[in-house]
């Protein structure tokens, strides 16, 4: 919690690749810069930053895109209404299949490094044959119900004819469990962001077959969620903690820069993945199957200033999904209040600048 002073403020995160914009704010000084000073605060899962933030316990939380519009759907039923004035980048997450799972997609024409359709097609023939010869259908895990990661692996999914609540399980297992989960048999593959499944390919449990970025275009990700109460009471604080998180995106494209974020967020208090791994997931290289050679992915992960715009449209976007597969049920004007967390105009506020088309610099 905000100290008397005003200036610590508490910030919940997840083990990611995308708590890099937080963690390079507080260690390399974009904080301080702004007179406030950032505790941040490693978590297990996303029910708990989003709890915690709720109960009061964090100012701020590492939090997924579609949680903050989902929590201002559900606030008639008793949610905490959230809001976003700053994202933390775009992209970042894949789907990776454990290895038997692979060993069947490639009898059924999937290769090392095809394009996603390609191996959701493989997929749907392993399906359809598991189905005919009457065996369990596969366990796929995603790690939220309100996530990019569960619509972007039902999308993938769909390409191909599969029916993502009828022909495989999908269910919830937080990131850092999904490797182990992987390794046990619990789950035939899943969607997660850095660096869990580079860390499943490197421990040669699993191969990816799709990354985010091929799936959908500049995809929106993760936001910095803070409680509308909070942000009413702290301005200054708030812009204080959005300027850091911007500054720390600017610096991004300097290599010393991104060279020493990469040694921070190794450390266990961070993510505690090798070097190697978040270096090649920071710029896009991404080794995706055990012994084979990194793939370049332009745009797997963007951390650059447009990337930190809360676009309306993204939130719009996550109120269709929600729509879409029918895990609210909302009215238009409902949906209008929904989209409406997403706060560009503060971020730009915040800055003493304008949002000059964030879109356009994307990419």
């Not at 701020?60 to 008639?76: D, T």
């Amino acid at each position: 919690m905000t100290s008397r002073d005003g200036r610590v403020v508490t910030v919940g995160f997840m083990p990611l690749l995308d708590s890099a914009l937080l963690v390079a704010a507080h260690e390399m000084g974009f904080a301080e810069e702004q007179g406030i000073r950032l505790r941040l605060v490693r978590e297990v899962s996303w029910a708990n930053l989003r709890d915690r933030v709720g109960l009061g316990h964090f100012d701020a939380a590492h939090m997924l895109g579609p949680m903050v519009v989902a929590s201002n759907l559900l606030a008639k039923r008793g949610d905490l209404p959230l809001m976003a004035p700053v994202a933390l980048g775009l992209g970042g997450n894949a789907i990776t299949v454990s290895r038997p799972l692979w060993r069947d997609m490639e009898s059924q024409g999937a290769t090392h490094g095809a394009a996603p359709a390609v191996q959701a097609t493989a997929l749907a023939r392993v399906v359809a044959e598991r189905q005919r010869n009457q065996l369990q259908p596969l366990t796929l895990a995603m790690v939220f119900p309100f996530s990019c990661h569960n619509y972007q692996l039902r999308d993938w999914l769909l390409g191909s004819g599969i029916d993502p609540d009828r022909d495989v399980r999908l269910i919830v297992v937080p990131p850092p469990m999904l490797v182990e989960a992987l390794r046990t048999g619990q789950v035939d593959g899943f969607c997660v962001g850095e660096p869990w499944n580079s860390l499943a390919v490197d421990a040669g449990l699993g191969t990816i077959v799709a990354v985010s970025c091929d799936i959908w275009r500049n995809p929106p990700e993760k936001v910095l969620g803070m409680s509308v109460g909070y942000i009413d009471k702290n301005p200054e604080v708030c812009g204080a903690l959005v300027r850091a998180v911007v500054a720390a995106s600017r610096c991004m494209s300097d290599a010393t820069c991104r060279d020493e974020l990469v040694r921070l967020l190794s450390q266990t208090r961070y993510v505690g993945a090798p070097e190697p791994l978040l270096r090649g997931a920071l710029n896009g290289k991404i080794v995706q199957s055990a012994g084979g050679p990194p793939v370049s992915h332009p745009g797997f992960f963007q951390l650059n200033e447009a990337a930190t715009v809360p676009l309306r449209e993204h939130a719009q976007r996550f109120c269709e999904q929600i729509g879409r597969w029918r895990q609210i049920d909302f009215s238009a004007d409902e949906a209008a209040q929904a989209i409406a967390s997403f706060r560009p105009d503060l971020h730009a506020g915040f800055l003493g600048s304008q949002v000059n088309d964030a879109r356009g610099r994307q990419g």
